[in-house]
């Protein structure tokens, strides 16, 4: 038997995504993503010093013992970092002597302030400089990715907890407008409703997430269960009034006749089986997998559609 501690660790997002790069961390082991702007603030390396002066920032992990990585692994793990989005992926070796990719280019105080950070131990910080959205993804995978090469956790160990504290909008600036985070009829933390009108982005959403090893196993939120209040947050998303009555009227109007609070939570049995039957391929254990082409080995399907079927839906295809 497996013994669970309770009640289940809780951490909000903006520390999830701030140590771990992720809203689903895999917090079987440590190795959190430090933020090294002060450090590098004034660096001789010009490529820090001007990204922290465009207000970018310099994020790094710290991975213990400098011979953890041979100059191919490291070359192999900047061409990941850069499949996540990275410009590069640069490197200090701290150890009695200083290398690394960027050592040159670093005075004392900017080596000594990394030695403090690493308690004085020998190892090496892995470092990416970009945006912050852009440098906590690729950490947060980079992480992952140490920790399953060096062993830094048992498979067999389950580490679970609950993310909470979302933000209920993200500001798109392809759009130029807030969007919803989880969805737009998830209810605000009632003590940030007051927000609404001033500031939507500090908004809170109540929902939760259950996560275990890594992997979102459950989704849940609280529902919004008042008509006024839906309406201000379509107005938020961007939706007229007009467009709102359109597309959501049914819904509103319902909401009108006394919807009691509600919520809930959705599990992914899927995903819960996948661990537990030790694979890392949520293929392995559904019931129709689909092939990197989108197609049912079994059923064959897609099948070619008759042409009675698409000129039904008024629909043409070109080869």
């Known amino acids: 038997g497996i013994e669970i501690e309770l009640p289940l660790k809780r951490i909000s997002y903006a520390d999830a995504v701030e140590k771990y790069g992720t809203d689903k961390p895999d917090t079987r082991f440590e190795l959190l993503i ?27 992990i710290f991975v213990e013992d400098s011979q953890t990585y041979s100059a191919k692994e490291l070359k192999n793990l900047e061409k990941l970092a850069k499949t996540y989005g990275a410009k590069g992926l640069a490197y200090v070796i ?90 737009m009829f998830t209810a605000p933390k009632p003590e940030h409703e007051a927000l609404l009108d001033t500031d939507p982005g500090a908004v809170m959403a109540n929902c939760y ?11 849940g939120s609280i529902r919004i269960h008042d008509a006024d209040l839906q309406r201000k947050i379509f107005e938020i998303i961007g939706f007229s009034e007009e467009e709102a009555q359109a597309r959501f009227g049914f819904f509103l109007d319902a909401l009108q006749y006394g919807t ?60």
């Open 34 to 60: 430090e933020n090294l702007d002060d450090v590098f603030r004034d660096s001789g390396f010009g490529v820090f010093r001007n990204a922290i002066a465009e207000g970018k920032t310099v994020r790094g």
């Open 94 to 183: 701290l150890d009695e002597e200083i290398g690394g990719s960027i050592a040159k280019f670093l005075n004392e105080n900017e080596i000594s302030q990394l030695r403090e950070k690493s308690n004085n131990k020998s190892g090496i910080y892995l470092i990416v400089s970009d945006t912050k959205k852009v440098a906590l993804t690729v950490l947060g995978n980079l992480r992952n990715t140490v920790a399953k090469d060096k062993g830094y956790y048992r498979p067999d160990t389950y580490d679970m907890l609950w993310v909470v504290d979302f933000p209920a909008f993200e500001y798109d600036e392809d759009e130029g407008r807030y969007v919803a985070q989880h969805h």
């Open 209 to 219: 997430d259950f996560v275990l090893n890594g992997y979102e196993l459950a989704s």
């Open 260 to 319: 009691p609070p509600h919520g809930g939570i959705a599990y992914g049995l899927d995903r819960l089986t996948m661990i537990l039957t030790d694979t890392d391929n949520i293929r392995d254990v559904v019931a129709f997998p689909k092939t990197l082409a989108a197609t049912d080995l079994m059923s064959e399907a897609p099948s070619r559609a008759e042409d009675i079927q698409l000129s039904e839906l008024h629909l043409s295809i070109k080869e």
